[in-house]
């Protein structure tokens, strides 16, 4: 169960800052992060049997060095997470998730994936053939719309667009491609606000993205995410409320940002 809350906390996050809008499959100018970026998340879970407890930690790297796929230049983005304290106790987690993007379209053209989680563990690289709109997996070759993404480029994606012409309340839609199948999440941007961190206190865009209701998740829109008003987007922050309780993921420490954060709040 804490397994399946917190992939789909993370999903969200990745999902809710990507709105994407039907857009042509274009060179797509990015300001927004470099190479040697490294962005480091800690996990809470809260609950009244519990308290709130440290559950996990997760860190995001980008990279460069020169890499190409298809003879196009690509960013290799590099995610990884593991649980910590006492969930290691009864839940091991060391997960790693892989996304080579192109520089220029931003689109990814290799999904790489390695799970394992107690005792289930799943392997699998997946290869998105943009000139014939195919995916492959290890198992299926499936058609894909022609901006699909994984859930790693999802956030990086994001990270470059201008939200400033965004209107409080608006709806925004995006396709991805997870465990062979592709998906369409309808993604709700909330407007600014500040909020503090362990980091400081931040201008902040607010976004919520529709997650399935039933075993984790009671309300249509009980995930809410807060992304640096700035030229970082940064995901400062995500909360979500779950059936039984309540989780937390906070940014808290970041590296060679390509950017200075504006978005944070003088002293």
């Not at 049997?49 to 860190?59: I, K, Q, R, Y």
């Not at 080579?100 to 790489?112: G, H, S």
């Not at 195919?134 to 470059?160: C, G, H, I, W």
Request: aromatic fraction near 12%.
């Amino acid at each position: 169960m804490m397994k399946r809350i917190v992939l789909m906390v993370v999903l969200g996050i990745m999902l809710s800052t990507a709105m994407l809008h039907a857009q042509k499959l274009l060179n797509h100018h990015n300001e927004a992060f470099g190479d040697k970026e490294l962005l480091t998340f800690r996990v809470y879970y809260n609950s009244l049997l519990t308290g709130n407890v440290t559950a996990g930690e997760a860190t995001i790297e980008v990279k460069e060095k020169g890499q190409r796929m298809f003879d196009r230049p690509v960013w290799h983005i590099i995610g990884e997470g593991k649980s910590k304290g006492a969930f290691n106790w009864f839940y091991k987690v060391r997960d790693r998730f892989e996304s080579y993007i192109d520089k220029e379209t931003l689109l990814p053209y290799l999904f790489v994936r390695r799970t394992r989680e107690g005792n289930y563990h799943k392997d699998d690289e997946v290869y998105f053939y943009r000139d014939q709109g195919v995916a492959v997996s290890r198992k299926k070759r499936k058609p894909v719309p022609e901006n699909v993404q994984d859930f790693v480029s999802a956030l990086f994606y994001m990270r470059t667009l201008s939200l400033s012409d965004f209107s409080a309340d608006s709806s925004y839609y995006i396709d991805f491609f997870l465990d062979d199948s592709v998906y369409v999440s309808k993604i709700k941007y909330r407007g600014t606000e500040t909020i503090e961190t362990s980091l400081g206190v931040f201008r902040c865009l607010k976004i919520s993205p529709m997650m399935a209701t039933g075993e984790v998740f009671a309300d249509a829109y009980p995930l809410h995410v807060w992304v640096t008003d700035d030229k970082n987007h940064l995901p400062l922050l995500a909360e979500a409320k779950v059936i039984v309780g309540s989780i937390k993921m906070e940014l808290v420490e970041y590296q060679n940002l390509r950017n200075p954060i504006s978005a944070r709040k003088n002293d």
